[in-house]
């Protein structure tokens, strides 16, 4: 066994751990809303700069007629560490799993960097993306 | 007179106890054979027969080459941990007739063969060593005394006390297999024992706990339960590794100490 200390390790698992709890719960909402209220194929940039900037979410689908107008800042908070959580626990996951090949320690610092660059541009990715539906950014991210 | 229950007791010795089984043996000796292959035996036998008993019944009469490890016959020596119908299991404590026909008898996974159903088991034995598996006590007890136990403790490490080293948690274990610095279930729950243990002292459990939690130690654990399944003891790895994970996460929530 590898005896070298580690600090970050016992961290590491206690956050993977706690972020799949919270996936469960923000993903849950996720599908709900984008799946079984909206529905996927009635997401529209309109509703969806409704549900981001004003936390209103409507939609006519399996569900039934619902319209759910909460705080804003508590819908935009759920989109945020959904993909902060996410990526998180998807990026450190790979990284495991990578690292428990034998064949790929020797890879381990610069997985270890590239993971975490990774993981950063993606997040600011998103954070851009998010940014969008907000007026002043419009000019930020414009995907076409 | 005989009473009904002695008239009903079952002999296996009778002839209408007899039935017929097919064993698929793997076979393979590393220095003579390009590849592997399984050879097929038909054996008769008898009730409670088990898949060593099968074993030797095939060496003494049908083909003495056949080379697998055991002792004790009674699932305490723990050397004949090998591969049937998709599980680790003791051959000694396995029933021909409780796993089907034909009975698929292979070598652990993921350990090397040495011949046939022998395995080379050093490479475990290296893991266990890992956790440093002997009693390292903070203090001598005073002159006369003896390290005392309170039998809540000893209850507490009951439950890994019973491994007999057969390697089976081990070779069922996915994270073992690919990572050669994860010590393994058998190891880990080996660490466990002493890591409870409270006559080693809260120095020795702290370093213990410390050097369980490098890069490649308990956190490595998948919670799968591959281990917990194939135990033939009852032990449960899976359950000492969390308990030890979150111990060890506990102490570093309690920074402010
Ligand atoms: S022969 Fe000893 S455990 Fe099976």
């Given amino acids: 066994m590898s005896t070298k200390p580690s600090k970050t390790a016992g961290w590491n698992w206690f956050l993977q751990r706690a972020t799949g709890v ?22 529209t940039a309109e509703n969806t700069v409704e549900r981001i900037t004003h936390g209103l979410i409507q939609g006519d689908h399996v569900l039934g007629q619902i319209t759910i107008n909460m705080p804003a800042f508590l819908y935009q908070a759920s989109a945020i560490l959904l993909l902060a959580f996410s990526i998180f626990h998807g990026m450190y ?28 541009a993606l997040f600011i990715q998103g954070v851009l993306i998010f940014l969008a539906f907000f007026e002043p950014f419009w000019e930020i991210y414009d995907p076409r | ?33 390009d590849e592997p292959y399984f050879e097929t035996f038909e054996i008769e036998t008898f009730e409670g027969m088990t898949v060593l008993d099968a ?37 000694c404590n396995t029933q021909v007739r409780e796993v089907g026909d034909p009975v698929k008898v292979e070598p652990l996974p993921r350990f090397d063969v040495i011949r046939d159903l022998v395995v080379e088991m050093n490479e475990f034995y290296d893991r266990m060593e890992s956790v440093e598996p002997w009693f390292q006590p903070d203090h001598e007890p005073e002159t006369g005394e003896e390290y005392l136990q ?63 939690e490098s890069s490649h130690g308990i956190y490595r654990c998948h919670t799968q339960f591959n281990c917990t399944e194939v135990c033939p003891k009852g032990i449960s790895p899976t359950e000492a590794i969390m308990e030890m994970s979150r111990d060890a996460v506990k102490e570093k929530l309690r920074f402010w100490r």
Avoid at chain 2, 12 to 29: G, H, I, K, P, Q
Avoid at chain 2, 65 to 89: E, K, P
Avoid at chain 2, 194 to 202: I, L, S, V
Wanted: glycine residues 4%; negative net charge; aromatic residues 10%.
């Fill in chain 2, 150 to 212: 309170s039998p809540e403790n000893r209850r507490n490490i009951d439950t890994v006390l019973d491994c007999i080293w057969c390697g089976a948690c081990t070779s069922s274990c996915s994270p073992a297999a690919t990572d050669s610095d994860f010590p393994g279930p058998a190891a880990l729950a080996k660490a466990y024992r002493f890591y409870k243990d409270e006559r080693e002292g809260e120095e020795t459990r702290k370093r213990r706990l410390e050097m369980l």
């Fill in chain 1, 22 to 43: 919270a996936l469960v719960v923000l993903l849950g909402f996720h599908f709900a809303v984008e799946h079984f209220i909206v529905g996927a194929h009635h997401i």
């Fill in chain 1, 93 to 120: 996951g790979v990284y495991n799993i990578l690292m428990e090949q034998d064949a790929l320690k020797k890879y381990r610092q610069p997985l270890k960097y590239f993971f975490i660059v990774f993981s950063i």
């Fill in chain 2, 55 to 91: 074993l030797i019944k095939i060496r003494d009469e049908q083909d003495p080459s056949l080379t697998i490890r055991h002792s004790c016959r009674m699932a305490r020596c723990g050397s004949d941990a090998v591969y049937i119908n998709g599980t680790q299991r003791l051959a």
């Fill in chain 2, 1 to 33: 007179m005989a009473t009904t229950e002695e008239t009903q007791k079952p002999d296996a010795a009778t002839a209408t106890d007899e039935e017929t089984a097919t064993l698929e043996v793997f076979r393979y000796v590393p220095e003579e054979d």
